[in-house]
């Protein structure tokens, strides 16, 4: 058998004769070479199949380390969540306790100030309104933050609410006990403070306050508020209510008919404290007042006009 090989250069060729041991190993070769091919791609293929079967269980662990992982997270957020509702629920609550202060606190400066009851509702929600933007968009704020800017403003408004409190409470007590008015609800001036005729000798005497009569039985009333330091018989009196209003001030109500406070009572100003009788050393229905300042007396007719400045 000849083998003839062909150059690329001029054509040239080669002939090359195989013996017979040749021939029958390049024979052989040509016939095991398909099954060797076979055999090589049957032991590739095995090989992979045990390769993907021994990857699977690798894989499968891998995500459930992952889904494991994943729950634990979900988990602590459910409970960062719960603790983040229940600091907004306490949070939420102590803001509605302190609007029930602000509220009941307006309330009472209202009924201090004398004001409108139903220009100041505390009850009611105050009307709001404006114009609104268009075409803004609107970024809603955390919860959190709005109940944090909720709870300093409230802050806010208690301090100023408990300063306007003092102050209006202080003016109150000031106007309480500020002596000035009558202490009659009907009646006229019988008799002024100073000297005169004493009504009993007819000689020249001191008069230490002025009398208003009236009709018996008509209402007394203080003419500040104070404290009562007596209540009951005095010499040359006949029944006397005295008040002590502090500041130095005390006032006297005598020749009463009936007396309505005792002892430590504390009264108001325009408080009925007794009747206007006859009783002592008088003539007829009226009431002796007296103005006392710093233990001495002084003129009422100068505090029965008296204004607070």
């Keep these: 058998m000849n083998i003839i090989v062909v ?23 040509l016939v095991a070479l398909p099954f060797a091919m076979g055999a090589a791609g049957f032991w590739l293929a095995d090989w992979l199949a ?4 021994s990857l699977e269980p690798m894989a499968a662990e891998a995500w ?15 409970i960062q969540t719960d603790q983040e509702l229940q600091a907004l629920t306490v949070k939420l609550a102590e803001l509605q306790s302190r609007l029930m202060r602000l509220d009941a606190l307006g309330e009472r400066l209202v009924d201090v100030a004398n004001l409108e009851a139903e220009e100041f509702d505390f009850s009611m929600a105050p009307a709001l309104g404006g114009p609104g933007s268009i075409g803004e ?6 919860i959190s933050d709005v109940l944090n800017d909720l ?3 409230i802050g806010h408004r208690e301090q100023q609410l408990e300063v306007l409190d003092d102050l209006m409470s202080a003016r109150r007590l000031d106007e309480d006990t500020f002596v000035t008015g009558r202490p009659i609800k009907k009646g006229w001036m019988s008799s002024r403070y100073g000297r ?9 005497a001191w008069h230490a306050g002025v ?11 203080a003419v500040a508020s104070g404290v ?20 130095g001030y005390k006032t006297r109500y005598a020749h009463c008919l009936e007396l309505n406070v005792k002892v430590g009572d504390i009264v108001r100003k325009g408080d009925v404290i007794a009747a206007m009788g006859s009783s002592g050393r008088s003539t007829g229905p009226h009431v002796h007042f007296e103005v006392f300042k710093n233990g001495r007396t002084v003129d009422p007719s100068a505090y029965i006009h008296r204004t607070l400045r």
């Excluded at 150059?7 to 060729?13: M, T």
């Excluded at 045990?50 to 079967?53: C, N, R, S, T």
């Excluded at 009398?211 to 009333?221: E, Q």
Aim: aromatic share 10%.
């Design 7 to 29: 150059g690329q250069r001029h054509g040239e060729s080669r002939t090359y004769r195989l013996t017979t041991p040749a021939r029958t190993l390049l024979f052989g070769c």
């Design 50 to 53: 045990d390769e993907d079967f």
């Design 64 to 78: 459930e380390n992952d889904l494991s992982l994943q729950r634990q997270e979900l988990e602590q957020i459910r």
């Design 137 to 142: 968009a609107y970024e809603a704020p955390e």
């Design 151 to 153: 709870a300093d403003r």
């Design 196 to 204: 005169r005729a004493d009504p009993f000798t007819g000689q020249l």
């Design 211 to 221: 009398d208003f009569a009236g009709k018996l039985g008509s209402d007394i009333v």
């Design 228 to 247: 009562v330091t007596w209540a009951g018989d005095r010499y040359g009196y006949g029944r006397l209510v005295e008040i002590n209003h502090g500041n």
